[in-house]
């Protein structure tokens, strides 16, 4: 058995139903997975030793929702948006037109460099959404570059209807012929429901084709003003609703009710200059709530979830345990994953030092990086 301990940490962060926090704490890692957590002054040796220092230890980020897989580059768009002119769901088309004519080892090469970038700020798990092919063979291709970095791969054809194609005949290839392409390489399908992109037939249709195949469902829902996506993925049982930005009391009550999370971008927003959501009403309702990056080239082009947790804080008033929980252990639920977003024992050992006393100061020194090290699956990958 190869162990790891992680000891003399300053505050331990492992959302523990009973004790979330352990103060001069220490953690053991046997064969990738957290077997013990205790005081520093009791722990077991091990074959391998990482000294925290007295810095704070908490789970590795998840980033439930990127769009990791592109070509192309949009800062001139983003640069025109500083100038004022507003964000519409159209300038995605730019991306399909770079990304179709790219190889799919320069696919991979991008890719890979930000699933790097994200590793290095403390994200240990992630989500991949495709969406930037939409047509049958480029879709796919983007999935198989996708299945190289995560096994988190989600299917979003319905990202907008690519120009000059007729609106019902893409729905239609969609919910068929592209969805039966993919389906070996997708664990869950996403819809844009948005004006100018997707409506709630559309979207109702094309997520309960992916469900009648398997797959989670995501919904990119009321971001760029009212709509119909949150209640759809409440009625659809989705295991998410991202943005959320323009969501009506019944909107949050549904997604309460269904257990579906929100899953907050507040990047895009910052980028684009919008509105941010209503985090607030989301979290006092009961609404469980994760955070993520959207890393896109259009709207918010990071990687960095501690960026993330600083603007949650800073934006969407959360506390910033409540920013880290969501960046954690919300990134994971909507993902459904049980085994990541937390450190109890039985976790996979994927966790985060911070060059830090506490989560606080990943609030408190925006822009800093604050990652002293990085664990993965009880590796030092960082
Ligand atoms: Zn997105």
């Known amino acids: 058995m190869r162990a790891l301990v992680v000891d003399r940490i300053g505050r331990l962060v492992t959302w523990d139903d009973e004790r979330p926090v352990l103060e001069d704490a220490a953690l053991v890692v ?12 009791q722990a077991p ?3 391998q030793r990482l000294d925290a220092e007295w810095r704070c230890v908490v789970p590795g980020f998840v980033d439930a929702h990127t769009h990791l897989v592109f070509a192309g580059d949009r800062s001139a768009e983003f640069a025109a948006r500083l100038a004022g002119q507003p964000y519409a769901a ?14 799919a080892h320069e696919l991979l090469a991008r890719a890979q ?29 983007l999935l198989e570059v996708a299945a190289q970095l995560t096994p988190h791969r989600t299917f979003l054809g319905a990202h907008v209807v690519p120009a000059g194609v007729d609106r019902t005949a893409y729905v239609d290839l969609v919910r068929g012929q592209m969805l039966d392409a993919v389906a070996d390489l997708a664990t869950a399908v996403d819809v844009f429901c948005e004006v100018g992109a997707f409506d709630g037939d559309e979207s ?32 659809l049982g989705a295991a998410s609703a991202d943005h959320c930005t323009h969501v ?33 009403r989301l979290l006092d309702a009961g609404v469980p709530v994760a955070l993520a990056s959207d890393c896109n080239p ?36 909507a993902l459904r994953r049980h085994d990541v977003g937390h450190l109890r024992v039985g976790a996979r050992a994927d966790l985060v030092v911070l060059d830090a006393p506490s989560e606080v100061h990943l609030a408190y020194r925006p822009g800093v990086d604050l990652v002293h090290a990085v664990v993965r699956g009880g590796e030092v990958v960082r």
């Open 298 to 333: 259009g709207t918010s082009f990071t990687t960095s979830m501690p960026f993330v947790v600083a603007l949650a804080c800073r934006e969407l008033q959360m506390t910033p345990a409540e920013a880290l929980r969501a960046a954690t252990q919300g990134g994971a639920t």
């Open 248 to 280: 009506t009391d019944d909107d949050v009550a549904a997604l309460r009710d269904a257990g579906v999370v929100a899953v907050l971008v507040p990047v895009a927003e910052f980028s684009t200059r919008s509105p941010y959501a209503p985090a607030r």
């Open 90 to 103: 159209g300038g995605i088309r730019t991306t399909v037109e770079a990304t179709r004519a790219a190889p």
């Open 45 to 47: 040796a091990a074959d």
């Open 113 to 141: 460099r930000l699933a790097a970038e994200a590793l290095r700020s403390g994200t240990t798990t992630f989500e991949v959404k495709s969406g930037y092919g939409l047509d049958v063979a480029t879709e796919r291709r």
């Open 30 to 41: 046997e064969d990738g997975v957290v077997a013990w957590a205790g005081p520093s002054a």
């Open 204 to 235: 109702r249709a094309v997520l309960a084709a992916g469900a009648a195949r398997g797959l989670d469902l995501h919904v990119h829902a009321n971001q760029l003003g009212p709509g119909p996506g949150a209640l759809l993925a409440a009625e």
